[in-house]
């Protein structure tokens, strides 16, 4: 046997900070790396990149990154979908597991300096978009006008709400929530994310703006439809995609789609690509 | 390319400075009727190393990338140990054939290149020495599915070997095609061509140029379709009827690259991570956790193999198509759809489409 450097599959061993529960089912768990080194190597990751998180014994998984990197904590929120996320929703404080990363392309902030950025999340479509959101929040003279346009089933769907109502007074942005269903305690608008664009005092600038679309493929689909209708051009409207990995680093082959490992050449595309790698959404 | 000419009769000496040499030796045996398998020479085999076999129907491929490999053992504690090691011993294959010698040089470029570099694979690759024979017995060497000629991997594989064997009747022609290789030539059985020995070589390569039998592979037209996306749903939809989805095509394929990632128990508090070879035929390949399959359509899945070893874009990017003519797709599918006939279909339903809008 022999030793394996520069190991591309070795995660690094990290521990669990603290959990927080944000809807029925997904958690965020802050935490950091045992190695001093390694947390500041990963610090060095871009909004939009992801991290492979492994719960030894049982599996590896990828999860996105929502922190910004401005941030000073790193944490992951992961839905409990399937057996390994299901261990992860397991563990307490002081527990440790691993994490490899940061991999894929992140958004290429720099590109869309002077533009208004839209951002338009359905359910936990947020998690990989709050990155970007937040990373130009703590820059917000880089940018112009920026919205959030937000939906979820109900009010118990919706996340990240503290975060976003505190954001929303401090930091100069637009925060526009609707839910599908409304119960006794939702006051605000009910119908799908897209409906949100033509309500009353909502301009949406069309010029000048970058679109980020994340959400379940139907709502992707009614949004994309929507904004080409307002005059998007497909290299305007970004989404990030997942898919089934298990390497993270273009090898295992099971994220490649058309012409793309979503790993490795994503996870962050434009409409444009999207349209042209074939087999998407 | 420094070559040398050795005596028929020193073949096995070969083999025994090969098994002198490095801790094990692989090559192709000879089974029953035509089955042939690679397996590890030993004192009781050594004699029987064929210089002449047809291609045994497992590819050399685990010997790089094996079927099933340990990424990392695991110890659970407070703190869980991870330990990650490689087990790499040098090994010499004698008797690769040309297509296998270009199909892990397709590995190499696909697990060495690009923005990550595959440590396991690496020191497997690193410590593997190819000794390649030049197919030229038409009766033995070449098999009816054969078509490297197609895939222009051989029946002489020009490059990526260590050294090359090619049987020229009384003597062994033998180039070396790298330093490793070439310093063999110290040893006393080699000695020095004449220029005749090279005219025979080029007598003998042209003659088996014309011996090849019935598959043929004209990729490029297929090349052009699918990468310019003229491939009619219809054309993939009549491919993909034809899978059976046993995945048999990428587990027999010199060049298929993807495995999946599970952990095994291997007592209370150990475990191990491994990678098994794993086909994107199979219906759980892109599913998610969860169960959303984005890829749900069967054609989209069953053709999903044959877009990504011809389009344009990887060939380019990888500098070599994912197909090296060997012909074991064609011999393992039941559904009659190996790369040749894939690229049969979509050559002729193509013309004939573009034949009809002429019309």
């Known amino acids: 046997m022999q030793p394996v450097p520069d190991n591309i599959y070795l995660p690094q061993i990290a521990i669990l900070d603290r959990v927080v529960e944000e809807i029925a089912e997904v958690k965020t768990f802050y935490w950091h790396f045992e190695d001093p080194e390694a947390q500041a190597a990963f610090k060095r990751f871009l909004p939009g990149q992801f991290a492979q998180v492994s719960i030894f014994g049982v599996g590896?998984?990828?999860?996105?990154?929502?922190?910004?990197?401005?941030?000073?904590?790193?944490?992951?929120?992961?839905?409990?979908?399937?057996?390994?996320?299901?261990?992860?929703?397991?563990?307490?404080?002081?527990?440790?597991?691993?994490?490899?990363?940061?991999?894929?392309?992140?958004?290429?902030?720099?590109?869309?300096?002077?533009?208004?950025?839209?951002?338009?999340?359905?359910?936990?479509?947020?998690?990989?978009?709050?990155?970007?959101?937040?990373?130009?929040?703590?820059?917000?003279?880089?940018?112009?006008?920026?919205?959030?346009?937000?939906?979820?089933?109900?009010?118990?769907?919706?996340?990240?709400?503290?975060?976003?109502?505190?954001?929303?007074?401090?930091?100069?942005?637009?925060?526009?929530?609707t839910v599908d269903r409304a119960d006794d305690q939702w006051t605000g608008n009910v119908g799908v994310v897209s409906s949100l664009f033509k309500k009353p005092g909502v301009t949406v600038p069309v010029a000048n703006t970058t679109a980020f679309v994340c959400g379940p493929p139907i709502m992707f689909r009614f949004v994309i439809r929507d904004l080409i209708e307002m005059g998007f051009k497909d290299q305007d409207i970004v989404s990030t995609l997942e898919r089934y990995m298990k390497c993270g680093v273009g090898k295992?082959?099971?994220?490649?789609?058309?012409?793309?490992?979503?790993?490795?050449?994503?996870?962050?595309?434009?409409?444009?690509?999207?349209?042209?790698?074939?087999?998407?959404? | 390319m420094r070559a040398r000419v050795m005596d028929k009769a020193h073949w096995l000496a070969l083999i025994d400075r090969l098994r002198a040499d490095f801790d094990e030796v692989i090559a192709p045996f000879a089974g029953r009727g035509r089955d042939t398998y690679f397996d590890r020479v030993t004192d009781a085999n050594r004699a029987r190393v064929p210089l002449h076999v047809p291609n045994p129907y497992y590819p050399p491929k685990r010997y790089v990338l094996p079927p099933i490999e340990r990424l990392l053992q695991i110890h659970l504690n407070s703190t869980p140990r991870i330990q990650a090691a490689v087990d790499a011993p040098r090994r010499a294959i004698v008797g690769i054939r040309s297509c296998d010698t270009a199909g892990i040089d397709h590995l190499d470029r696909f697990y060495l290149g690009r923005d990550f570099r595959d440590g396991y694979y690496a020191a497997h690759r690193q410590n593997l020495f190819l000794v390649n024979v030049v197919c030229t017995d038409p009766e033995v060497d070449i098999d009816d599915d054969c078509f490297c000629m197609c895939a222009d991997t051989g029946p002489a594989a020009r490059e990526h070997f260590d050294l090359q064997v090619m049987d020229l009747g009384d003597e062994l022609l033998v180039v070396a095609g790298s330093v490793t290789g070439e310093a063999l030539f110290a040893d006393p059985i080699f000695r020095k061509g004449t220029p005749a020995h090279l005219a025979r070589r080029r007598d003998i390569l042209a003659h088996v140029r014309t011996r090849f039998k019935v598959s043929t592979s004209w990729y490029w037209s297929t090349v052009k379709a699918?990468?310019?996306?003229?491939?009619?749903?219809?054309?993939?939809?009549?491919?993909?009827?034809?899978?059976?989805?046993?995945?048999?095509?990428?587990?027999?394929?010199?060049?298929?690259?993807?495995?999946?990632?599970?952990?095994?128990?291997?007592?209370?508090?150990?475990?191990?991570?491994?990678?098994?070879?794993?086909?994107?035929?199979?219906?759980?390949?892109?599913?998610?956790?969860?169960?959303?399959?984005?890829?749900?359509?069967?054609?989209?899945?069953?053709?999903?193999?044959?877009?990504?070893?011809?389009?344009?874009?990887?060939i380019q990017r990888e500098l070599s198509v994912a197909c090296v003519g060997c012909g074991r797709c064609v011999e393992v599918c039941h559904g009659d759809i190996g790369m040749p006939q894939v690229v049969e279909i979509v050559r002729r339903t193509t013309a004939e489409s573009a034949h009809a809008a002429r019309a």
């Not at chain 1, 002081?94 to 359905?122: E, I, K, Q, T």
Request: net charge positive; charged share 20%.
């Open chain 1, 60 to 177: 590896e998984f990828p999860a996105s990154l929502p922190p910004s990197p401005t941030e000073a904590d790193l944490f992951f929120t992961v839905r409990k979908v399937g057996s390994v996320t299901a261990a992860l929703h397991a563990l307490n404080p002081g527990d440790r597991f691993g994490v490899r990363g940061p991999y894929g392309n992140g958004f290429p902030m720099r590109d869309y300096s002077g533009r208004n950025l839209l951002f338009v999340a359905g359910g936990i479509g947020l998690i990989p978009l709050r990155s970007c959101l937040n990373y130009a929040l703590d820059n917000r003279d880089r940018y112009g006008m920026i919205q959030l346009f937000y939906g979820a089933r109900g009010l118990k769907d919706l996340m990240y709400l503290g975060a976003l109502r505190e954001w929303e007074m401090a930091r100069g942005f637009e925060c526009h929530l």
């Open chain 2, 226 to 314: 699918i990468t310019l996306g003229e491939v009619a749903d219809s054309t993939w939809e009549r491919i993909g009827n034809r899978c059976l989805e046993c995945g048999g095509c990428s587990y027999m394929c010199p060049t298929c690259t993807c495995f999946t990632v599970t952990e095994r128990r291997l007592g209370p508090d150990d475990f191990e991570r491994v990678r098994i070879w794993d086909a994107c035929a199979l219906g759980g390949f892109t599913r998610m956790a969860g169960g959303f399959n984005p890829r749900r359509a069967a054609h989209d899945r069953r053709n999903r193999r044959f877009f990504r070893k011809l389009a344009h874009y990887f």
């Open chain 1, 252 to 281: 295992c082959g099971h994220c490649c789609i058309g012409l793309a490992y979503v790993c490795a050449d994503g996870p962050v595309f434009t409409y444009g690509q999207i349209k042209h790698l074939g087999e998407v959404i």
